[in-house]
């Protein structure tokens, strides 16, 4: 079954400054990958997602993401972090069976920007 | 579209009650997710359905959980008895499933509270 791990439970940036956010698959299967955002007291919404073709993925609120082979990641980064960034991020990756696959998520980094 | 619906939004419950939580898929959508999330467990898939057939239930905790999906629009996710320790949110999640590409839309969530 596939599988991420996610390095990092809380990740804390200033304001301006890079955000990387570490995602790690396994997956016997060329994968489709995710990254999705919750902020506080709502549903998970996707940031960007790979499946074929261009390894940077470019997504939402200017994130973007690399699928990278050879080290089995998938990171998030944002050149600038904005303090309404501050959000919970989880990457997942699709496990298919059969016909009909499903989304399998990492643990979850919590972002924190400060001033 | 309006998205993925669920409701209530929020449900407190006593200990041995029924709890029924529901679900309306975004039109044309073929696959729906069950998901909880706790701060202990992180975000759990508990079933999927596919063309309204249930694919995969092992993320069922127990036979006090029980979901259905009788039509392409709606589904029902159980409790009964509830219990403490079921108090999690819980996501519905639907997506139009193809191969691995699952790109699932998630709901506002629904608070679960048993005391």
């Known amino acids: 079954a596939q599988s991420v791990t996610q390095l990092g439970s809380h990740v804390s940036v200033s304001e301006g400054a890079l955000v990387l956010l570490r995602c790690n698959y396994s997956?016997?299967?060329?994968?489709?990958l995710f990254w999705y955002v919750q902020y506080p007291n709502q549903g998970l919404q996707l940031l960007l997602k790979?499946?074929?073709?261009?390894?940077l993925v470019k997504g939402i609120n200017g994130f973007e993401a690399e699928f990278k082979k050879s080290e089995t990641s998938f990171h998030l980064t944002k050149p600038s972090a904005h303090m309404s960034d501050a959000a919970e991020y989880f990457c997942a990756v699709s496990d298919l069976t059969g016909t009909a696959s499903k989304l399998t998520f990492g643990t979850g980094t919590r972002l924190q920007v400060t001033l | 579209d309006a998205g993925v619906i669920q409701s209530p939004r929020h449900e407190v419950t006593e200990m041995g009650q029924e709890v029924t939580l529901r679900c309306k898929p975004i039109?044309?959508?073929?696959?729906l997710f069950w998901y909880r999330q706790t701060m202990m467990r992180g975000l759990e898939l508990l079933i999927y359905f596919n063309n309204n057939v249930p694919i995969d239930d092992s993320g069922m905790p127990e036979d006090r959980f029980s979901a259905k999906m009788p039509n392409a629009s709606f589904s029902t996710l159980k409790i009964q008895p509830s219990e403490p320790r079921d108090s999690a949110v819980y996501f519905c999640a639907s997506s139009f499933n193809v191969g691995g590409n699952t790109e699932a839309f998630f709901g506002q969530g629904t608070r679960l509270t048993v005391v």
């Open positions: 997956s016997s299967v060329p994968p489709y």
């Open positions: 790979y499946t074929t073709g261009a390894t």
């Open positions: 039109s044309g959508h073929n696959s």
